[in-house]
């Protein structure tokens, strides 16, 4: 079946570093692809999203490219801040509409 | 402000009391979830409902039950509590288009 992988946390970086959080899937198809940010405390919140190959999603300085050719949805900042402290989630949407999750990861920004 | 409200937000029961959660959404989306959440584990599917008077089991449906009341609203019932019960539990509705899903802001719920 479907299935996301995503780099295990915790990343920890300083403020105004470069992020990287991987995340690989496996699909049949052409799925969409997601990220979703959890601020301490709360909810997940949709940060960007991609719904086909080399589609770019962008949101509050974080990007990620949908590859089809390597099945990733990498998520990239250029200078994180400590208000991007959070649990990252990458997830895809299947052909019956369910989201599949990777189990998260936490970044933590030290100042 | 539209989304999805859960209640209560937090909840501390006795092993084999009973209690619902409570989930709404005003957004007129066909498609509701119930999803616990426990540490190191992400996100994991209780039940959801595809459209209005459709329910059906996620990844991890043992002991608990399921209404979808109305198109607004989606239950989420411990007949029995245990302590493995433990857990952030989240709501969340979807419209079925290219966009993801919309998060309640959880349940935190221990089971003593």
């Known amino acids: 079946g479907d299935s996301v992988t995503q780099m295990e946390g915790p990343v920890t970086l300083s403020e105004e570093a470069f992020l990287t959080i991987n995340c690989t899937y496996t699909a049949t198809g052409y799925p969409s692809l997601f990220w979703y940010v959890q601020y301490p405390g709360e909810g997940l919140q949709l940060l960007l999203k991609a719904t086909k190959a080399d589609d770019k999603g962008s949101n509050k300085g974080f990007e990620a490219t949908y590859r089809k050719e390597t099945t990733s949805f990498h998520l990239e900042k250029g200078s994180v801040q400590v208000s991007d402290s959070a649990v990252y989630f990458c997830?895809?949407?299947?052909?019956?509409?369910?989201?599949?999750w990777g189990a998260g990861t936490k970044l933590i920004i030290k100042p | 402000n539209a989304g999805v409200t859960q209640t209560p937000k937090f909840q501390v029961l006795k092993t084999g009391q009973s209690m619902t959660l409570q989930c709404a959404q005003d957004m007129n989306h066909n498609s509701m979830y119930w999803y616990r959440q426990d540490p190191g584990m992400g996100l994991r599917l209780i039940y959801y409902s595809a459209s209005e008077g459709t329910t059906d089991k996620g990844e991890v449906p043992n002991g608990y039950n399921v209404s979808r009341l109305n198109k607004r609203e989606f239950s989420l019932r411990l007949e029995s509590a245990a302590p493995s019960q433990t857990s952030v539990y989240f709501c969340a509705s979807f419209n079925g288009g290219g966009y993801g899903y919309t998060f309640g802001s959880g349940t935190r719920l221990t089971v003593v």
């Open positions: 997830a895809l949407k299947d052909s019956n509409y369910q989201l599949i």
